[in-house]
T-cell receptor
Framework: RKEVEQDPGPFNVPEGATVAFNCTYS??????FFWYRQDCRKEPKLLMS???SGNEDGRFTAQLNRASQYISLLIRDSKLSDSATYLC????????FGAGTRLTVKP | ETGVTQSPTHLIKTRGQQVTLRCSSQ?????VSWYQQALGQGPQFIFQ???????GRGNFPPRFSGLQFPNYSSELNVNALELDDSALYLC?????????????FGEGSWLTVV
């Protein structure tokens, strides 16, 4: 079983849609959690941290359920510029990345 | 814009050869990690250096080795290249040991092994 598993996608949605990504992790010793965004052939960039209480950054909402070892990312009112691969990341000692979920937002 | 630069950006090597990839971090960033990202996969942790000493290692063979220098630069060396080593190699730095919000990636080095 992979340490961090994500929906493989791809997700193809129209502009304005709401889309949700799911992620599970296997190591209960995981300390911190993140979503990174990676554009085609570019380096990953931090999108947001994920806290147990849930957190929101504009159109993006992240949730963490430690009991279920589950992380989610919700994107509301999708924009064309949201098209990218979204990586779920878990910090144990080092950063462990999921394989990513590719999102394409279409006009 | 992250202050982390990598070189070369692209290179092609032949199976069995050796390669050295370089990374220059921001001043004061004492921790550097290297990742391998194969096509369609997420980045996989290779190893981490803190103040010039290896501080953790992922599931990669000994032919993957590294160095970190006092001037905040570092190297990833791969010996006896195999076709499966073809990937994007990412360097990431941080001012301290606690990765998280403060991790900064370089743009990566694309390695093709033929």
């Amino acid at each position: 079983r992979k340490e961090v598993e994500q929906d493989p996608g791809p997700f193809n949605v129209p502009e304005g849609a709401t889309v949700a990504f799911n992620c599970t992790y296997s190591n209960s010793a995981s300390q911190s959690f993140f979503w990174y965004r990676q554009d085609c052939r570019k380096e990953p960039k931090l999108l947001m941290s994920v806290y147990s209480s849930g957190n929101e950054d504009g159109r993006f909402t992240a949730q963490l359920n430690r009991a279920s070892q589950y992380i989610s990312l919700l994107i509301r009112d999708s924009k064309l510029s949201d098209s990218a691969t979204y990586l779920c990341v878990v910090n144990i000692w080092d950063m462990r990345f999921g394989a990513g979920t590719r999102l394409t937002v279409k006009p | 814009e992250t202050g982390v630069t990598q070189s070369p950006t692209h290179l092609i090597k032949t199976r069995g050869q050796q390669v050295t990839l370089r990374c220059s971090s921001q001043s004061g960033h004492n921790t550097v990690s290297w990742y391998q990202q194969a096509l369609g996969q997420g980045p996989q942790f290779i190893f981490q250096y803190y103040r010039e000493e290896e501080n953790g290692r992922g599931n990669f063979p000994p032919r993957f080795s590294g160095l970190q220098f006092p001037n905040y630069s570092s190297e990833l060396n791969v010996n006896a290249l195999e076709l499966d080593d073809s990937a994007l190699y990412l360097c990431a730095s941080s001012p301290d040991r606690a990765f998280g919000n403060t991790i900064y990636f370089g743009e990566g080095s694309w390695l093709t092994v033929v």
